[in-house]
């Protein structure tokens, strides 16, 4: 059986989405063992044609909801603050 996963729809204001995710983690599972940072939106407006608000709203999922969801994580994590990017440059 495999364990417990929480999963999050997309985040609407990162630092307050990030700290509510965890504390729903923790109540629900006792704590949390690994944390993956998968938000990410994509549109398909071409670049040209992109609004501020649209740009905006793709840093504050893609970047800020990825930084916010790990410093909330690594807080709760057994092992602190030990966190490794996806495209780790130390890894051969």
Known sequence: MSPPVATHPRL???AVQGQRIVAQAVEQFGGID???????????E?????????????????????????REAAKRLPCGPLL????????R
């Open 12 to 14: 609407l204001d990162a």
């Open 34 to 44: 690994i944390w993956v940072n998968n938000a990410g939106i994509f549109p398909s």
């Open 46 to 70: 071409k670049i040209l044609e992109m609004s501020d608000a649209l740009w905006d709203q793709v840093l504050d999922v893609n970047v800020r909801g990825v930084f916010a969801g790990a």
């Open 84 to 91: 490794r990017p996806y495209a780790d440059p130390l890894r």
